[in-house]
Structure formats: structure tokens, C-alpha cells
């Protein structure tokens, strides 16, 4: 008996805890192991992680040699406007409006007012900054990147451009068998009245956040600062709708 118990103790001062207490690291906890104190080591140079390659960084990022691009990184065709109206409806039109001025349903009940696409700076704007803009946001604007693929992103982008050409159509701009008709007579032709087609405006319930309770002005590209209504400046009028616009109305093409 003396012996079995003498063979149990020594058992047991032989048994050791590596396998129930391993020398591990723990996320985000310093360790001595290495020269530089981290346990998350970086990594490896060139390292690429699954889906994350993205060898056309133009069609990810809308930037080409540092600067916005103003381009597509794929053809235009009908199915892609298709698929960029039916996005930009979903995701953009509560701010932006289906004509894109800016003057969605939550801004007339008292959001910020969106960006209005048919102002000069962004009827200039590249094509990659829209882009751009999806994926990262813009002032108040929140980023898309996660609602929206890059490819959808793209669409939208391209459907922008078709509203914004669509605001300046010219006979010349149609193609044979159709012709360019002012919205106000399409509207008639609804059964609506012709100011049914008329430039909306900033309702009064419409806050902006701002100190002086004036829009809130984003920075000309470069310019270093952004106005933000602070008291004692002098905030710029939004921009007037384009002088076409406002002699003709919009236009659409009809077929």
C-alpha cells in the first residue's frame, strides 16, 4: 500500500501544465518575445488577403495617379443605366431626389440639403469623385461602401451623368425619331399641371445645422477650409439653377 501510494506522489510531481496552460500570445497584449514589444505581428510585405487583391485600383478607389479620375472603368451600356437608375433610387433619392437637386423626401422634412448634381461644380466634377464620395461620404453624407458594390457604385455614378446631361438636351443630343420635350408638357399630358415640373425649393421646416441657420457650404477642391455657417460670415447663396433651366424648364426626351 506504501509503495503504490509512493509511485501515485511521484506521478504527480512529474506531470506538467504545458498542455493546460500554453505559452500563447494574446490579441492586442505586449509581450517580451519580440525586439519591438508587439505580439500582432504585421505583415508580411506583398501580403494579400482573400478577395482583397484588387489589381485595377481605379475600379476601387475612382482615383488614377493620386487624383480623381474622369472616367468608366467599364463600357456604359443601357443595362448598366438601368441597374444605376434602380440603385440610385434606392439608396440616393431620399436625399438627392430622383432628378438629383438635392431635395429629397427626409430633407423636406428637415434633413441637411443634399448635394443638387446639376450646380456647375458638379456638372464639372470627374467622374471619380462621385465615386469617391459613394465610398467614402462627403460632409454630412455617409459612405455607401457597404450597401453598395463598386460595380453598382459605378452605375450610379454613370446614371448621375445621364440626369445631369439629360437637364441640357438638345435636339442634336437625341437620336433619330425622338425629340426633346420640356417635363412641363409631359406633365400636362399626365393629367398634372405644368408647375408640377417646376424647381423645387427648401421647404421652411428644413433645419441645416448650422449656427446662423444657413446651408452649410462645402469647400471648393483645394481650398483648405469648408464653411460651416459659424456667426460673423457671410455664407454663399446656393447656386441658382442653370440659366437653360430656368428659361426652358428641364427637358426629357421623348420618343
Known amino acids: 500500500m506504501a509503495a503504490a501510494a509512493t509511485v501515485a506522489l511521484f506521478s504527480a510531481l512529474g506531470c506538467r501544465q504545458d498542455m493546460h496552460d500554453q505559452p500563447k500570445f494574446f490579441p492586442e497584449r505586449g509581450t517580451s518575445f519580440y525586439a519591438d514589444g508587439r505580439s500582432v505581428r504585421p505583415q508580411v510585405e506583398n501580403t494579400v488577403a482573400r478577395n482583397q487583391l484588387r489589381e485595377d485600383s481605379y475600379f476601387y478607389t475612382g482615383f488614377s495617379g493620386g487624383k480623381e479620375g474622369d472616367g468608366m472603368p467599364f463600357p456604359v451600356t443601357l443595362d448598366v443605366?438601368?441597374?444605376?437608375?434602380?440603385?440610385f433610387n434606392v439608396y440616393c433619392t431620399p436625399c438627392h431626389s430622383r432628378v438629383g437637386n438635392g431635395v429629397g423626401m427626409i430633407v423636406q422634412r428637415g434633413y441637411a440639403q443634399a448635394g443638387n448634381f446639376h450646380t456647375a461644380r458638379l456638372e464639372t466634377a470627374p467622374l471619380g469623385h462621385f465615386f469617391n464620395v459613394i465610398s467614402n461620404g462627403y460632409g454630412a453624407m455617409p459612405d455607401y461602401s457597404a450597401q453598395v458594390a463598386p460595380a453598382d457604385r459605378w452605375a450610379i455614378v454613370a446614371y448621375i451623368k445621364a440626369l445631369q446631361l439629360s437637364q441640357h438636351a438638345t435636339q442634336a443630343d437625341v437620336p433619330a425619331g425622338a425629340h426633346v420635350e420640356p417635363l412641363s408638357?409631359?406633365?400636362?399630358?399626365?393629367?398634372?399641371?405644368?408647375?408640377?415640373?417646376?424647381?423645387?425649393?427648401?421647404?421652411?421646416?428644413?433645419?441645416?445645422?448650422?449656427?446662423?441657420?444657413?446651408?452649410?457650404?462645402?469647400?471648393?477642391?483645394?481650398?483648405?477650409?469648408?464653411?460651416?455657417?459659424?456667426?460673423g460670415q457671410t455664407q454663399p447663396s446656393p447656386a441658382a439653377p442653370p440659366a437653360s433651366a430656368a428659361t426652358a424648364g428641364p427637358t426629357a426626351v421623348k420618343k
Open 81 to 87: 443605366l438601368a441597374r444605376g437608375q434602380e440603385r
Open 185 to 231: 408638357s409631359i406633365a400636362e399630358q399626365e393629367g398634372l399641371p405644368a408647375t408640377f415640373a417646376n424647381e423645387w425649393v427648401l421647404p421652411p421646416t428644413a433645419v441645416t445645422g448650422t449656427p446662423d441657420n444657413q446651408p452649410f457650404i462645402l469647400p471648393a477642391p483645394g481650398s483648405g477650409t469648408a464653411g460651416k455657417g459659424t456667426p
